[in-house]
């Protein structure tokens, strides 16, 4: 026997847990109420109370987003920029939430990274070019990566 259908106001409740779980961005949030069969008209009057009511908000996802990413992933700003961007979030966000991370503290992450990065290398410039690399596709900036490389 198939599963019955939710009601909007079900669909809204299982959204709001969703939502109060973990940080969602608007895209996440729109995709997520597409897997529902629901009325598109249901949909957009629970994505406005969504945001209406601050269980959706952009500037707060990118800032835990760029802190959990920098922390815990230890990604550069290149690529959580991306990232950020195809999540549909704003260029101005995207700069501010990068903006409120300390400098200083970006750079020992990635001081942190090349230092615990074990290369195979026959050279020390081979093994200098492998490290860059490596911080590079986390996301860091190759002229950053590099002033880094040179001072450790």
């Not at 729109?30 to 897997?35: A, G, I, P």
């Not at 760029?66 to 815990?72: A, C, L, P, W, Y």
């Not at 990635?110 to 492998?130: G, H, M, Y």
Request: aromatic share 10%; glycine share 4%.
């Amino acid at each position: 026997m198939p599963a019955k259908p939710l009601t909007p106001d079900q669909v809204l409740d299982k959204m709001a847990k969703y939502c109060a779980y973990q940080e969602r961005c608007v895209k996440d949030v729109t995709d997520k109420l597409k897997t529902y069969d629901i009325p598109q008209k249901a949909r957009e009057e629970i994505l406005h109370y969504l945001i209406d009511n601050r269980f959706v908000d952009n500037e707060r996802f990118a800032k835990c987003f760029v802190r959990g990413k920098i922390n815990q992933n230890g990604w550069g700003q290149n690529k959580i920029r991306f990232h950020l961007m195809q999540k549909g979030i704003g260029k101005e966000i995207i700069e501010e939430a990068l903006q409120q991370f300390d400098s200083d503290l970006y750079r020992q992450k990635l001081e942190q990274i090349l230092k615990n990065k074990k290369v195979k290398a026959e050279t020390p410039f081979e093994a200098k070019r492998r490290l860059a690399a490596y911080a590079i596709q986390k996301g860091f900036e190759p002229a950053l990566v590099w002033e880094v490389l040179k001072e450790i």
